[in-house]
């Protein structure tokens, strides 16, 4: 069940950073400090870009690309970075002055605690982490959590992914390979290099021939079709229990 978390947001303290403009660090406030690991200020200075993980620069570029102006307000985006393993909910404002553009404000909100798990002692000796129970998403202006349980499939959908549930579909800002090394649960399986299915939401298994295979899952009234790679085809036939 998708849940919002507006009331829960107001109750949180922003992290703050102030880029130039040419999205240089020069300043940030003590929550951004603390979820950065950054009490020592040595990040001021720093090219904003350069502290995120590989995979999450493409959609920091694209916040500050899409806030050209002040009046402009594009969703927020849920990402991942590496030191701490956080979850956070992003947003960028260009800033003006009377000039023209000076800088923009990058505000975001830690919600790693109303998404995810505390890792098991045994993952924390691994470095595997926390595990998702709850993906943001953002959805007719509002940003929603949606129970990992409640999906019946998860597509790519390049940096992104789609979430298909029983009767409604989502935009998710984490990409499918930050999800399956999140999302520790059995029935939830990788069947194609784009493809993450919830395996109780399976209605039937398809084969058009010896190459092609698919399931089709619970989803709107004709149910979802989706491929199964080869590789997969045999493990997945023994989940259904077919020969």
């Known amino acids: 069940m998708a849940q919002t978390i507006q009331h829960k947001l107001q109750q949180f303290d922003p992290g703050i950073v102030w880029l130039d403009d040419r999205n240089i660090i020069v300043g940030m406030n003590s929550v951004a400090a603390e979820v950065l690991g950054d009490r020592s200020g ?12 590989e995979r999450s620069r493409e959609k920091v570029r694209f916040l500050l690309e899409q806030a050209n102006c002040p009046v402009d307000s ?12 956080r ?3 992003i947003k960028v404002s260009k800033m003006s002055g009377r000039e023209g553009p000076i800088g923009a404000c990058m505000v975001f909100y830690d919600v790693t605690e109303l998404a995810a798990e505390p890792p098991v002692p045994e993952a924390a000796e691994t470095g595997t982490g926390f595990s998702l129970f709850k993906l ?8 929603l959590l949606v129970d990992v349980e409640e999906l019946a499939c998860i597509k790519a959908d390049g940096h992104y992914s789609t979430l298909y549930a029983a009767r ?5 800002n984490l990409s499918v390979s ?4 999140k999302i520790r649960l059995d029935h939830f399986v990788r069947v194609h290099r784009s493809y993450i299915v ?12 010896e190459h092609r295979c698919f399931l089709v899952m619970d989803h709107g009234d004709e149910g979802l079709r989706v491929p199964i790679s080869r590789p997969n085809v045999a ?3 023994a989940m259904l229990g077919l020969r």
Do not use: W
């Open 42 to 53: 040595q990040l001021i200075g720093e090219e904003v870009l350069s502290i995120h993980p």
């Open 74 to 85: 594009p969703p927020p985006v849920a990402m991942m970075i590496n030191i701490p393993e």
């Open 87 to 89: 979850v956070l909910l």
């Open 136 to 143: 943001p998403v953002y959805k007719h202006k509002q940003v």
């Open 168 to 172: 409604e579909t989502y935009l998710c």
């Open 178 to 181: 930050d999800l399956e090394a």
């Open 198 to 209: 919830n395996m109780r939401f399976a209605k039937s298994f398809e084969k058009l021939d």
């Open 235 to 237: 493990k997945i036939k």
